[in-house]
């Protein structure tokens, strides 16, 4: 989830202490896997490889595991998956957008057609909630790596048009065309960042009040938890967020 809302700091908070961090590795591991495959097995010279393994390292993620994950994608020569993308609308009419890596679409659209059912929302076509929210680069930093005065003076430097700082990261927007020449003029600088995405940013946030926070919730996690789900964009917001 991109940063501005209750939603986004549950799901960063959670992120690190994630109870089911095997699940986590695993998304991780297929991210590794498939942009190892379409490009350079190197991360230097594969900009998508090299924000997946920077991605797992910020989890934690041990050394043979990035390693075992990028080798599988030479032998792992029979499986194809495909990026597709899901919109809908969840609980209180919520926008949502659901990214996947699957290697079987029709398993993926009926585990995510139940999910929005059984939630009391429904799954539409493609465009039906993407109109919510633009698409933005955005690249996020632990504070521990760089103040936020010397964040935003790089990140202005760097050709990026927005630097926010919350509690525990930086987040940085740009233009998504432009996501990985930001990032690499950032790299002469900072060494660590905990993820470099493309994300739906909603236009508008739809105010979820508190009795109905924990349904929301709910079905953005169980979403969340589905194997062939790689992220969750909504537009939701809780209370006086």
Known sequence: MAGHSKWASIKHSKGKADKQRSK??????????VAAK???KDPNMNPRLRSAVQAARSANMPKDNIERAIDKSSANTQATFENLRYEGFGPDKIAVIVETLTDNKNRTASNIRTIF???GGNLGTQG???HNFRQLGVIKIDKKEISDEQIFDLAIDSGADECISYKDYHEIHCAMNEIYNV??????????FISTEIEWIPLNNVNVEKDREEAAIEFLETLEDDDDVQNVFSNVS???N
């Open 117 to 119: 059912q059984k939630n």
């Open 24 to 33: 986590m590795f695993s998304k991780l591991s297929k991210e590794i896997s």
């Open 128 to 130: 039906s909630a993407a």
């Open 183 to 192: 990032k690499k003029k950032l790299e002469k600088i900072i060494i660590n």
């Open 238 to 240: 809780f209370g006086n």
């Open 38 to 40: 379409l490009g350079e």
